[in-house]
């Protein structure tokens, strides 16, 4: 890795270090809001809906696991399917409309919605823990950690049951996720990087457990790994005009972190690596703006696997 490119990642480590605490400027969801009715609750002539139930390793936790799969025959292959964090919330933007424009494209994805077996749009218990990596730097008072255990359900208990239920492409295989969800995204791709072809990460948390992920990255750069994977990064770009307010303003990222995290990884062998950035876009608002375009992408051909 040239030098030019460690010395700027270790700059934006150090500058996340020395300020310490999360950056709480990002805008809170409402953590009491209900999902109410959805389109799972009634018929699409362009998709099917089943879910499955799941429990965490340690009986701590209940998921629902929402498959919404098309009403044509499987291609050759199997259809690509897409694994959306935050099910709950994704189940809230999606539409009839959206369903319909994906049925009639190239190849229309399965979509399988991780969600927390309850009528919350965010479960801030189980996602702070099942999201976050294990690390002494842990952020926010909720207990963090889990990110191994929870990969490890998906991927030997989650995918199996998906693929039982409908025929996918094991080589067309998306992860999705926003905010904590998106440093899950980072930490699959950088510890284990073949569970997946292609990642999208959407403001993704890198303030969490002071810049852990950015100090990851770095250690899997030191390593010069060849990777076979997609990357899509994308930010709101309100969040860099965004003035917090005094007592947290210390606690923000630099303004071009994202980008820098980006065209760092860029250099690893066997990685493409997009980056994205929405004007206007607020961090709360890029939960909404960004699955039509993962959604469509997919369906066009356009983040198909190798």
């Known amino acids: 890795m040239p030098s030019s490119y460690r010395r700027c990642l270790t700059l934006v480590i150090a500058l996340i270090i020395g300020v310490g605490s999360p950056m709480l400027a990002q805008a809170r969801p409402d953590l009491e809001r209900k999902i109410g009715t959805t389109l799972v609750d009634s018929k699409s002539p362009d998709y099917q809906f089943s879910d499955l139930r799941f429990t965490s390793a340690d009986g701590q936790r209940r998921y629902r696991v929402h498959i919404i799969k098309p009403r044509i025959a499987p291609p050759l292959g199997g259809f690509p399917v897409i694994y959306f964090l935050d099910g709950n919330a994704v189940l809230m933007e999606l539409n009839a409309q959206l369903l319909a424009q994906l049925a009639v494209q190239k190849q229309p994805p399965v979509l399988v919605l991780l969600s927390y077996d309850n009528d919350l749009r965010i479960d801030s218990k189980g996602r702070s823990y099942d999201y976050t990596p294990a690390s002494q730097q842990g952020s926010g008072k909720q207990p963090h950690g889990g990110a191994d255990a929870f990969l490890k359900l998906i991927d030997t208990q989650i995918k199996p049951a998906v693929a039982a239920q409908v025929t996918v492409n ?36 890198l303030w969490w457990g002071k810049g852990f992920i950015l ?74 703006a960004a699955i039509p375009p993962a959604l469509e992408g997919i369906a066009k051909g356009e983040a198909a696997g190798k």
């Open 215 to 288: 100090q990851e990255a770095q250690r899997v750069m030191d390593r010069h790994p060849s990777l076979s994977a997609h990357l899509q990064l994308w930010i709101g770009g309100a969040e860099k005009m965004r003035e917090a307010p005094p007592i947290i303003r210390q606690s923000q990222l630099p303004a071009d972190a994202a980008h820098g995290l980006a065209t760092q990884l860029a250099t690893l062998d066997g990685l493409k690596v997009d980056y994205r950035e929405w004007a206007g876009l607020d961090h709360g608002a890029m939960l909404g």
């Open 170 to 205: 094991p080589q067309q295989q998306t992860l999705w996720g926003h905010s904590y969800g998106g440093l899950f995204v980072l930490h699959t791709l950088l510890t284990q990087p073949a569970t997946f072809q292609n990642y999208i990460a959407v403001e993704p948390s």
